[in-house]
């Protein structure tokens, strides 16, 4: 069994691939630039795979130099492409993964993506003894052990935008939002859109939803003329979504006026914010520094501005923690 924190012996590495996978995220373009770029120095040869997992798989692979990754830091999705890859899940789809990086001789990876992407990067590690260095590029933020995640500040953003742009329609007509926001398993997006925009409610996957509460607040509002009223809902909530909650307070308030508006995508794209260019720069910068230090199966996150590399492990068995602190305040603000 290979030991995930295992520091490998001096074994230098000449050819490397770098592939995306799972939802893109805005900042991953400037992550594949970091590693592209800093690997040259290093004179390293560097594979892009294609589509993720498939594109090793499916031997997509390319070769790439330094104006590969020209004029790309500032754009949104992934040049690489991206995918969620079923083949690769079965030993056969990775043994045919293996012969096509072997046969360019391709000796570590970088792997860009969350917690799935990361777990795939495991196993395969894990069989065939080729060192992964995971870069966090998640929009969920869902990846304990790094403050950061490629993409997060900038979809964060995206929703605040869309939702102060609802709340002044809502105010003009005395209204009910409920907003839905991503995260099909974290709250994240849900939690701070909802704590910078001043909503009334925010409903995340990884706590409880008490509709009825929700109701009564809502009705006791009513009695103080409180009609602008804002919720949040991370898709993933327990309720089933922002069209769920709507018809249950529809149904239960005949006649507030009710409004949804679901988000969606428009989350995932764009161009990535100063923030999410910076932390995907010096994440790809580390990555290799990593894979030169001999590092074998770990992520890069940023612990207190500070870069570490973190067990892949980690961040495929812990998920981030969301803090009881932040839902009392958000109670207590919204009053
Ligand atoms: O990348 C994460 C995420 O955006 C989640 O928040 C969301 O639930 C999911 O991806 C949507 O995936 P897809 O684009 O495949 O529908």
Redesign the pocket.
Known sequence: MVNYSEIMSAKSIHKIGILTS????PGMNAAIRAVVRTAIYHKMEVFGILHGYSGMVNDDIIKMDTKSVANIIQRGGTILKTA?CKEFMTPEGRSKAYKNLQKRGIEGLVIIG?DGSFRGAQVFSNEYNIPCIGLPG???KDIAGTDFTIGFDTAVNTAVEAIDKIRDTADAHDRLFIIEV?????GY?ALHSGIATGAENILIPERKTNIDEIIEALKEKEKRKKLVNIIIVA??EEFGGANEVSNYIKDKLPKTEVRVCILG?I??GGSPSCMDRVIASRMGYHAVDCLLEGKFNVFVGIVNNKMHSIPLNEAVKKKQRINDEWIKMVKILAS
């Open positions: 799972g939802g893109d995220s969620r969350g998640t929009i969920d991503m995260g099909r398993d974290a997006i898709e993933g995508h989350q995932r």
